[in-house]
């Protein structure tokens, strides 16, 4: 009996060991869904665009992680980012300081590479839509008022660009960093006595950081 009960135990144990590892495999075989935010530090790059005054904003949004092999994964994102940056600027007709306050929809699908178990690294491409744009202006001269003449219409729209950044994954919770730059101009083409000119004539630059919560 004593033979039999110990045969049991092993033959138990064994199928438990054999089982544990299928089940671990199988939930990360599952999407999961989670909510992100973070803390933005924006620029535009541009020559006039002063480093050390960077706008700070915020992003908040939903994402999706599905794996698609044992290290890697499709991340796609949606969410709410301000963006922008303080300008100065100096050209023929006048010179002064713009702070640009740009805030977008934005959505990125992300490709992620899972480094160890608790870090990985993520890249790839980004779209973005502009919800509103409003500029304030310190100036030597009046001949042209940003604030009550530049609108949302006088920006391009709708942005693309790249994304990629790091993060630390701690089960459900995760903390990161990641950089954006976009590829498509800000300011609009416009003509003032006779001149073409694009203002601001730059991409934006973030570089945030998040938290965030997944199921």
């Known amino acids: 009996m004593k033979h039999i009960n110990i045969l049991f135990v092993i033959s138990a144990i064994s199928a438990m060991m054999t089982f544990t590892p299928v089940s671990a495999q199988e939930i990360t075989n599952f999407a999961r869904f989670g909510i992100k935010g973070g803390i933005n530090f924006s620029n535009l790059s541009t020559k006039e665009a002063d480093k050390d005054k960077m706008l700070t904003g915020f992003n908040i949004g939903v994402f999706a992680k599905v794996p698609i092999a044992h290290a890697f994964a499709i991340q796609p994102e949606l969410y709410y980012t301000a963006k922008?940056?303080?300008?100065?600027?100096?050209?023929?007709?006048?010179?002064?300081?713009?702070?640009?306050?740009?805030?977008?929809i934005e959505m990125p699908l992300l490709l992620v590479m899972n480094v160890t178990d608790n870090f990985n690294i993520h890249f790839g491409p980004y779209v973005a839509y502009m919800i509103n744009g409003k500029v304030t202006n310190e100036s030597n001269a009046t001949l042209f008022n940003f604030e009550n003449n530049i609108t949302t219409e006088d920006y391009n729209r709708f942005e693309a660009g790249i994304a990629g950044g790091a993060g630390f994954d701690f089960g459900a919770f995760s903390l990161g960093a990641r950089y954006t730059y976009g590829l498509t101009k800000v300011g609009k083409e416009r003509t003032f006595l006779g001149t073409a000119y694009t203002f601001p004539d730059a991409q934006n630059g973030v570089a945030s950081v998040y938290v965030s919560f997944s199921l």
């Open 84 to 104: 922008g940056a303080q300008v100065t600027y100096n050209n023929t007709f006048v010179n002064g300081t713009a702070k640009f306050n740009l805030n977008y």
